[in-house]
């Protein structure tokens, strides 16, 4: 069954509006009709089935059948700090990145990043990229946007790790200190950040300057990956890792 997004002060009592983008697509591109049922989801998660009461050509009402509490947050918020990569990689990063669960993106620029974005255009790629986590997040059923940021220079991405309780930069020039070396030292953290570089890799500098910050420099075995593969790699085990953790 389809998922769209209703916004909270659009739903009065047991009826529901929903207008432009969303009603657009449910009326004309998936074709659904009055007495069809769909499932939403608001802003803050709460998740709901609804069935369509009356439709125009711009909007839709319709009315609630069931509502459900928001999804349980992950044991452990993770945000993902990325080096910008090359084309539409980034639209990748955030689809997987949202159905694995993460809690923020933060695509950033470092010395070895080769997209120059100019301001305009880096606007336009945030606007996208909010689409793009909103679309993944529908299409998995997860009541749950993550949050996606501009693109900040490295050192403001380490800023921002270093609010969270464990972070991690992953370096290919580190050959014996793993993933699984840093989990053995991280427990009883509720938030964790997780730095992956550009295609480039980071710089020598960069590495000590994450240290500096408050990271442990993790790599990730004897093969180069990409940073799409990186990224979510390293997500993937970390989410695992606290699920399977919690009680």
């Given at each position: 069954?389809?998922t769209?997004?209703?916004?909270r002060?659009?739903i ?13 697509h ?33 909007s ?31 639209d ?31 606007k336009?790629?945030?606007l ?18 993550p ?8 050192n ?5 790790a270093a609010?969270?309780?464990?972070r ?20 009883g ?12 890799g980071?710089?020598?500098?960069e ?26 790699a ?14």
């Amino acid at each position: 069954m389809p998922t769209f997004l209703v916004r909270r002060n659009n739903i009065s009592g047991d009826t529901a509006v929903l207008s432009g983008t969303e009603a657009g697509h449910m009326l004309r591109s998936l074709r659904l009709s009055v007495g069809d049922s769909f499932h939403a989801f608001d802003e803050e998660g709460t998740r709901y089935r609804m069935r369509i009461l009356e439709a125009t050509s711009r909007s839709l009402r319709a009315e609630v059948l069931e509502t459900f509490a928001p999804e349980p947050p992950p044991p452990v918020a993770v945000t993902l700090a990325v080096g910008l990569p090359k084309a539409d990689k980034m639209d990748f990063i955030l689809e997987k990145a949202t159905e694995l669960g993460v809690s923020r993106v933060i695509p950033f620029r470092s010395s070895r990043t080769i997209p120059r974005v100019d301001p305009s255009d880096a606007k336009k790629r945030l606007l996208r990229w909010e689409r793009v986590a909103l679309a993944a997040a529908k299409q998995c059923g997860s009541g749950r946007v993550p949050e996606v940021s501009g693109i900040v220079p490295f050192n403001e991405a380490l800023l921002q790790a270093a609010r969270h309780d464990g972070r991690v930069v992953f370096y290919e020039g580190e050959r014996t200190f793993t993933l699984k070396n840093v989990f053995s030292g991280m427990s009883g953290v509720s938030s964790v950040a997780l730095v992956v570089g550009p295609e480039g890799g980071f710089s020598p500098d960069e590495v000590r300057e994450a240290v500096a910050a408050g990271c442990r420099c993790a790599g990730l075995g004897n093969r180069i990956l990409r940073v799409e593969t990186a990224a979510l790699a390293v997500l993937a085990m970390v989410m695992y890792h606290f699920e399977k953790e919690s009680p």
